[in-house]
Structures are given as C-alpha cells and as structure tokens.
C-alpha cells in the first residue's frame, strides 16, 4: 500500500493595489507553490493530500488517530500561528487542541515530519512563524531561531554536501544554486549532511521512535530559482527524504 502524505502550506493570497494618477483600482489572486512538490512524490508512488494555508485551521488533525493516518508530515511555508489558533479559539475563546504539541506527539510515536523552508517556516520572516517557540522544536534537527531568520542572496548561493547519506543517494553531484534559505544552528541531534555557508541546510534527526528532517531553503520560487526546480535531482530528493522518513 502507497504511503500517505499530508502536505500542508505552500499557498498564499495576494491583494494589490493599482495606482493609475488620480485613480486606483485592486486586484486579488490566489496561488499555490506545492505543483512541482506534489508531482514529483506522486511519481515516486506516495499518495498525497494536500492542505493549502487557508484550510489548516479547520482542516488540519486534531487528534492522534487522526494524524497517524499519514505516513508523513511536510510543513512548507505555513506558520505555528496557523496550526494554532482554530476559529474556536481565536474567534469563540474555546479551549482547542495545541497542534503543534500534537506534531510533536505523532513524532515521538513514530511519525515522519519533513519542514520546508520559506517566509513562514523555522523562525521566518520578522520571527513570526515561531516555531522555535512550540513543541515542534522538540522533534526538529535543527535549532530555530528567536529572530527573522532569513538569508536572502540575489547572487545565488550553492549548498555543499558534507557527509553520505540514504537521502543523496543517486542525485547528481553538482548541486544547483538558490537564492535564500532560513538559518538555523546545529544542535547535537541533528545529523546535519548539507551545509550552506556554513549553516545546515539539510538535516535529519531520530526522536523517539520517529524521525525528522529540515530542508532550509525553498521547494519552489521565489527561494528556488529555475535551475533548481529543472534540476535533473529534483525529484528524486523528495522522494529520497520521504522514503528516508518513512524508514522505505
């Protein structure tokens, strides 16, 4: 049987303001970044349901039995606050469950979790995906920070591999460039098997009887420029890190 995949983040809405001289006008989009991501784990035979950023609140577990019918979690891109703060609670004061402990629960009992870089990822932009500040913590292989954690280098920036491991098995050699990541410190859990100046940038880590890994850059634009999303390794490092995780 296929292993199942919650993807949860990686969408955002946008609402612009146009200025035409006297006038102005407005325009909304909404747009998700999860295609390439989802693609490339369908193809190495995983099942995934994804959960854009807008349905987490209500959608997204509340309880073990329900999280543990996925073989993995992948947070990209979507904040603590959103895991946290249900409509009943924020809008009612009602008492919910703390997802955040939940993930790290699901960990320890044996679940996979994978966190993706992005604004709303680790400490994020101006701090305020915070995950540092929650249970997930716990169970990650990398220490967040307690400010704005991101690196952004227009110039482009290319990771380095640091030691073998399952999830580099049959990339290619020459990684492609990107153009940020979220910085993290080392912690003595953490395997870290990629560094990007000198900060890690891909890590793994056992906790309990599950186990963890943190990708610190983008699995789409604007973090992961065309040359990583065209990479011929692309797909096979997903795949790689999930079958990892799962112990495949």
């Given at each position: 049987?296929?292993?199942?995949?919650?993807?949860?983040?990686?969408?955002?809405?946008?609402?612009?303001?146009?200025?035409?001289?006297?006038?102005?006008?407005?325009?909304?989009?909404?747009?998700?970044?999860?295609?390439?991501?989802?693609?490339?784990?369908?193809?190495?035979?995983?099942?995934?349901?994804?959960?854009?950023?807008?349905?987490?609140?209500?959608?997204?577990?509340?309880?073990?039995?329900?999280?543990?019918?996925?073989?993995?979690?992948?947070?990209?891109?979507?904040?603590?606050?959103?895991?946290?703060?249900h409509p009943d609670t924020f809008a009612k004061s009602i008492r919910t469950p703390n997802r955040c402990a939940l993930i790290r629960d699901y960990v320890l009992a044996g679940g996979a979790l994978?966190?993706?870089?992005?604004?709303?990822?680790?400490?994020?932009?101006?701090?305020?995906?915070?995950?540092?500040?929650?249970?997930?913590?716990?169970?990650?292989?990398?220490?967040?920070?307690?400010?704005?954690?991101?690196?952004?280098?227009?110039?482009?920036?290319?990771?380095?591999?640091?030691?073998?491991?399952?999830?580099?098995?049959?990339?290619?050699?020459?990684?492609?460039?990107?153009?940020?990541?979220?910085?993290?410190?080392?912690?003595?859990?953490?395997?870290?098997?990629?560094?990007?100046?000198?900060?890690?940038?891909?890590?793994?880590?056992?906790?309990?009887?599950?186990?963890?890994?943190?990708?610190?850059?983008?699995?789409?634009?604007?973090?992961?420029?065309?040359?990583?999303?065209?990479?011929?390794?692309?797909?096979?490092?997903?795949?790689?890190?999930?079958?990892?995780?799962?112990?495949?």
């Amino acid at each position: 049987m296929a292993k199942k995949i919650l993807l949860a983040g990686e969408s955002w809405m946008s609402y612009t303001t146009h200025v035409k001289g006297f006038d102005a006008f407005y325009t909304s989009v909404y747009e998700e970044g999860a295609d390439a991501l989802i693609a490339a784990l369908k193809k190495g035979g995983f099942q995934v349901e994804y959960m854009p950023n807008h349905l987490i609140p209500t959608k997204f577990p509340t309880t073990m039995e329900q999280i543990r019918a996925y073989d993995c979690l992948i947070l990209s891109d979507t904040g603590s606050n959103t895991l946290l703060l249900h409509p009943d609670t924020f809008a009612k004061s009602i008492r919910t469950p703390n997802r955040c402990a939940l993930i790290r629960d699901y960990v320890l009992a044996g679940g996979a979790l994978l966190m993706v870089g992005g604004y709303m990822s680790f400490s994020g932009v101006d701090a305020k995906a915070k995950y540092g500040a929650t249970p997930v913590q716990d169970v990650l292989p990398v220490q967040c920070l307690s400010c704005d954690d991101l690196m952004e280098h227009p110039e482009g920036i290319t990771p380095q591999v640091v030691k073998d491991h399952p999830a580099l098995t049959g990339l290619p050699k020459e990684w492609p460039h990107f153009l940020g990541y979220n910085k993290v410190n080392h912690i003595p859990s953490g395997d870290v098997i990629m560094n990007i100046d000198n900060d890690p940038f891909l890590a793994f880590g056992n906790f309990g009887k599950g186990r963890s890994a943190a990708f610190m850059s983008d699995c789409a634009p604007h973090w992961g420029p065309p040359e990583f999303m065209n990479w011929p390794g692309y797909d096979m490092l997903w795949v790689n890190i999930v079958n990892y995780l799962c112990k495949v």
